[in-house]
């Protein structure tokens, strides 16, 4: 066995929130495990019992808006009819002894993200996905305009019963809360360390290492190459503005991240001209995962710097940017109990598998 074909089992430290490193392990890939199986593609455009389908509105709960605003619909938003958050009622906070609970104000919205049933997002249009994302910024406007108490507006898209998905139609869903998520508040202020530290942007960092990084690492008693890290390794699709790479720290096995090239700490700021790059990235990296792992289930979301006093010096520090995280395995229950995510694909392999996909 060559030492290119050894197995990987190393600790890799997240640069953005070490809390979240992750053990790559390639001889685990080997054990006999159960995976999530591809979820069923049901690829019909129309279904007549699908409440999101064209003809059934009256079967959704009330509409919010839709994209275009008359005639046959392409994306339309719609109250959740199960909202994990609600704006329904309000009650004081509770406190008792170390117990605390805050009232679970909020919003949560359906974006019926295509009138085709079954359509995956790597077969919608570039100018479908491109007015996808300008509705996504669109009604993050509105809902941070709403109310002032709405500190987070999260994004984000389930797809498959193993991620979360409830309903075979395409769809995202928004949801906005009075609190900013813990891993987003530490991205932003671990940022913030670094930024104060080396007066740049980590993300842009990484995103400069991607493009103009290589290494080659040796044994200090043999010579032997212990690793050789090559310009673009983890490039994974690029546009004019907006690039894919698999992160070195990758927490699950096909994980990819979608960043703009220039730096930008907030989403709302992109224009239509960045959205149109965004959407080809977006596209050609979804065919990548699509062609490697058919019928995966995935999540994606998207993070973008928070509103609120405490986050208006991090425009510098932070860089907004969509992670996709297709999810083909279980978590253990050394992940759960550890907090550390297992890694069973040198991610290395893995961007190069996506890379030499012919589209």
Not at 250 to 276: A, C, K
């Amino acid at each position: 066995m060559s030492d290119e074909d050894k197995p990987v089992r190393e600790i890799r430290i997240n640069p953005i929130v070490p809390a979240e490193s992750v053990l790559v392990a390639t001889a685990r890939s080997m054990r006999p495990r159960k995976q999530e199986d591809p979820a069923p593609r049901d690829t019909r455009k129309h279904v007549d019992t699908c409440p999101f389908c064209r003809g059934n509105e009256d079967k959704t709960p009330p509409q919010i808006s839709r994209i275009p605003e008359s005639g046959p619909w392409d994306i339309r938003i719609v109250e959740n009819l199960y909202p994990v958050l609600g704006n329904d009622r309000s009650q004081p906070g509770l406190v008792f002894g170390l117990q605390q609970a805050i009232d679970g104000y909020g919003r949560h919205e359906v974006i019926v993200d295509h009138n085709q049933h079954g359509i995956a997002v790597h077969e919608m249009s570039v100018a479908h996905l491109r007015t996808l994302f300008g509705v996504y910024q669109q009604r993050m406007r509105e809902l941070y305009a709403m109310d002032s108490r709405l500190r987070y507006v999260l994004v984000f898209k389930n797809f498959g019963p193993a991620a979360g998905a409830s309903m075979a139609h395409t769809h995202s869903q928004i949801i906005a809360t009075p609190v900013v998520p813990q891993n987003v508040h530490d991205e932003v202020k671990n940022s913030e360390e670094y930024y104060k530290r080396n007066h740049h942007c980590i993300f842009c960092s990484l995103i400069d290492e991607a493009l103009t990084f290589e290494a080659t690492i040796y044994d200090r008693s043999s010579g032997k190459i212990l690793r050789r890290i090559n310009v673009g390794q983890y490039v994974v699709e690029r546009g004019e503005k907006f690039i894919a790479i698999k992160p070195f720290a990758s927490r699950y096995e096909w994980e990819v991240h979608i960043l703009p090239l220039q730096h930008g700490s907030n989403f709302l700021d992109t224009t239509p001209e960045d959205l149109e790059d965004f959407a080809k990235v977006m596209q050609r990296t979804m065919a990548r995962l699509d062609a490697v792992i058919g019928g995966a289930q995935y999540n994606f979301f998207l993070h973008s710097l928070p509103h609120g006093e405490e986050y208006k010096n991090s425009h510098a520090s932070y860089h907004w940017h969509l992670e996709i995280c297709p999810r083909t395995s279980i978590p253990t229950g050394f992940e759960l109990g550890s907090g550390l995510f297992v890694n069973t694909i040198n991610p290395e392999e893995a961007a190069e598998k996506l890379r030499s996909v012919q589209l």
